[in-house]
C-alpha cells in the first residue's frame, strides 16, 4: 500500500542522504536513504546500496554525526508562526502548516480548542480543505465535551456534556476529516460518545478530566474495544477510512489515546488514583497510547523519563500542544478565544495564569525527550511510528522504508535541524 504525495506537488528529483538511520525503534549506523520520485527508494546499510542504481541522485550534504530520520507526525497541534488553527483564517492556518513542515513536522492534526457552536463550524469548515488538499493529516478536536473542573486554558462558557445534535453537526461539517476528539469520560451522555466516534472511526481521547481511576479505566476499554470492533486486526478486513495522508491500513485505529497525561487531570495520589493511574496502566497493556508534552514546560523530565520507561515507548506519543507563538518572540497572543502571554517560552492565559500550550516544535519535544533520558531511538519512535499507526497510516508515512512516502528529517549530533524532505521535496530549514 502506498501513500501519495500531497495533492499539487510534483516531484521527480532524486536526492541520496548518508548517515546514522533513526527509524521504528532501531540506530542503523552508517546508512544510505535514497529518493526518487517522491518516495524512499533505497533505506539501508551502505553496504548493500547500489550507487550505479542512483547515478543522476543529487547528494544532500550533512555535518559529520548526522542522524537520518522520519518525518515527525504531531497529532496535537494548535497552530504556529502566527497562525491560530481554531481561529485562524485560511492563509494563517496555511503559514502555520508551511512552518511545521520546514520545521520537522511534515504530518500533523490541527487542534481546535472549545469553543462556540458557530466557531466550531467555522474551523471545521477552514480547515478542511487543507485536509483536503494533504497539507494536514486532519483535524483534532480538543474539545467541547471536557470536564469544567480541568478546563485549564479551555474557556469554560463553552463546555458542555456531549451533545448528539451538535456532535452530528460537527461530523457532517468536518466530512471524514475529523480524526480525534479529546473527552471527559464521567460526563453524562460520554459513553454515547464514545461510541459514536468510534463508529466514524474517530480516536477519542480521554482527558481535560476530573474522572477517578474506575471511570476512566471502564472508559477507554470500551473505546479501544469499540475501535477494534469497527477495524478488526484482520489481513481479510476492509482497510479503514481513506485519508490524505494515504489509504488507511487493514486493523487501522484500533486504540484511544490520552491528551497530554498529568496536564488537565488530577495528579496521582496514593489514595485517590485518579486517571493517570489507569491511564499508565492501560498504556503498559498495550490498550491506549498517551501523549506526553515533553518540552520541558508541561512536565518535569524525570515524569517523561519514569513514564517510558513504565509503558516503553510503543506507548507513548510525543506532542507539542503548540500555539500560535511556536517559532516568534515572547509576546501577546491568542489560543482560540483566550488571550495568552508568552514569557520565557511558556504560553499562559493573561486571565488566570493557566498553561496554555507549548511554544516548543515536535523536533525540539524530540531533542528535549533524549535529553531526559530516553534514548534516540525511542523518543523518535514515539514521534513517528507510534503516531502514524494511530491514525492508520503505517503503511505510508512514520519509518524509512523503502516504497513510502519520502517524508525525511536530517538533524546534526546535536539533535538540531539540517533539512527536510517532504513528500521528496526538499523543503530546507524553517
Known sequence: MQTPAPRGTSNTAAYLLSGAMISDGHVHADSVVAVSEGRIAYAGPRSGYRAADFARAEEIPLPPGSSI?????????????????????????RTAVDFLHRSGTTTLLASLVTASREDLLKSLAILRPLAVEGLIAGIHSEGPFLSHARCGAQNPHWLRSPDPALLDELLLAADGTLKTMTYAPELPGARELVTTLAAHGIVPSLGHTDADAHTAAASLTEAAESLVARHPADPASPAGPASPAGPASPGATTRPTVTHLFNGMPPLHQRNPGPVAACLRLA??????????????????????????????????????????????????????????????VASLRSNGALAGGTATLLEVVRRTIDAGISPADAVQSATAVPAKLLGLEAGIGSLTAGIRADIVAVDSDFRLVTVLRAGRVLGRP
Open 284 to 345: 503498559r497493556a498495550g490498550t491506549v497510547a498517551v501523549e506526553l508534552i515533553g518540552d520541558g514546560v508541561h512536565l518535569d523530565p524525570e515524569t517523561v523519563r519514569m513514564v517510558f520507561e513504565l509503558v516503553g515507548a510503543e506507548n507513548v506519543v510525543l506532542v507539542t500542544d503548540s500555539m500560535a507563538a511556536t517559532g516568534l518572540p515572547d509576546g501577546d497572543y491568542e489560543l482560540g478565544p483566550s488571550a495568552v502571554v508568552v514569557h520565557d517560552g
Open 69 to 93: 530520520l522520519p518525518g515527525l507526525i504531531d497529532l496535537h497541534c494548535h497552530g504556529a508562526a502566527g497562525g491560530d488553527f481554531p481561529t485562524g483564517d485560511g492563509q494563517a492556518c
